[in-house]
């Protein structure tokens, strides 16, 4: 992701976040706004948000709705977090890009900030190490359920696993070096044969038991 050009920290206290004077001792351009004042931008282009940690951000070791409706809006990490609270592989998997505890020293803040604002994600190596582990499992048990029929061929097997990973057509035509019409086409038949209408009736023909 690139580079942001502008810090936006989420918060209903109207004196300065001591996270805001971290942020601007580093040169982030960097601005204090309420909830109700954010929803009101359109433009959410260049922007990163903070969204400041209140009892009401993690529900039942998830997160509120309110915050997931604001990550899907603009990429968006959690400051001031409790570590009890907030663990950070579920964090990843919300989509955030990081999360900066409550007891963390001035200059660890001022590097997550940084470092954000770079474009990349702030989390330990052990937290990503672990968290693309799961991700790992995951594929591995999905690629086991998911049997393919004689009735496709080989390319049209290759396609089908593709899209049940979540490749998009120019995705898939770039990793089999072939053309995104040749794609269509493909996947034209495919659904053809497997009666799928979408891609979402595919994936679920394709993980149903085979005879």
Known sequence: M???????????????LSTTRHAEAVGI?????????????????????????????????GFSAKLLSISRQVPLFVFQAERQLIEP??????GLRGVIYHDEQPDTVKRALQTMMAGQLYYGRKVMSDTLDALFQLR???NRRIKIPSLLT????????????????KEIAE?????????KVHVSAIFKKTHSRNRTELVRWLQEPQN
């Open 2 to 16: 690139e580079r942001f050009a502008r810090l936006i920290l989420l918060t209903d206290e109207t004196t300065q």
């Open 29 to 61: 351009d960097v601005e204090q706004c309420s909830l109700a004042s954010f929803g009101q931008l359109r433009q959410y282009k260049g922007i990163l948000a903070g969204y400041q940690f209140s009892n009401e951000t993690s529900v039942k070791k």
């Open 89 to 94: 592989s579920r964090a990843i998997f919300a």
């Open 140 to 142: 591995e048990q999905s």
């Open 154 to 169: 080989d390319q049209e097997q290759r396609i089908s696993m593709l899209i049940a990973e979540g490749a998009r057509n």
């Open 175 to 183: 990793q089999l070096q072939i053309s995104a019409n040749t794609v």
